[in-house]
């Protein structure tokens, strides 16, 4: 079972110690750039750490982006040991009901960006309802999806 636990001061170096895998740089950020973007958009974002059986197994931030508006998902990453455990589709579920509770502003777009070439995230992200928009970011594609 996956937990989504707010970062505070007393987990957030668990968060640093998060290991991407071999050529996911290219992918995704560490979370410490994520977490140095929660503390500028403290005031409408959420950083989670995703916990399995009480340890942080990775990490994922929800911000709410007053101008569109839409909420959009930042940075998730499941660590180099964890990954092909489920835990990122778990955690992904649960970051989903999170937003429908409109924790920062009405709205029902959910957006996230996605390197072109990570097939396995494309193909998660997919698999939970979010749908390609055309709209492209140098090597970024997003995908959003609607909730209530």
């Known amino acids: 079972m996956v937990e989504l636990k707010a970062i505070t001061e ?10 991407l895998a071999e050529g996911q740089e290219a992918f995704v950020s560490h979370p410490i750039r994520s977490l140095a973007q929660a503390y500028v ?21 929800v911000i709410y982006d007053y101008d569109i508006p839409e909420y959009d998902i930042w940075h998730m990453v499941i660590d180099a040991a964890e990954q092909g455990k489920g835990y990122g589709s778990e955690a992904l579920d ?48 997003e995908l959003a999806m609607t909730v209530g």
């Open 94 to 141: 649960q970051v989903i009901d999170y937003i429908r509770t409109k924790p920062f502003g009405s709205s029902g777009r959910v957006a996230l960006t996605c390197n072109k070439d990570n097939s396995v995230a494309l193909g998660l992200y997919e698999k939970k309802g979010f749908a390609i928009t055309g709209v492209e970011y140098d090597d970024e594609v």
């Open 41 to 61: 958009y403290r005031d409408q974002c959420q950083p989670f750490g995703i916990y399995a059986d009480g340890k942080m197994v990775g990490y994922v931030m």
């Open 10 to 19: 007393d987990n957030f170096v668990d968060a640093f110690n998060l290991r």
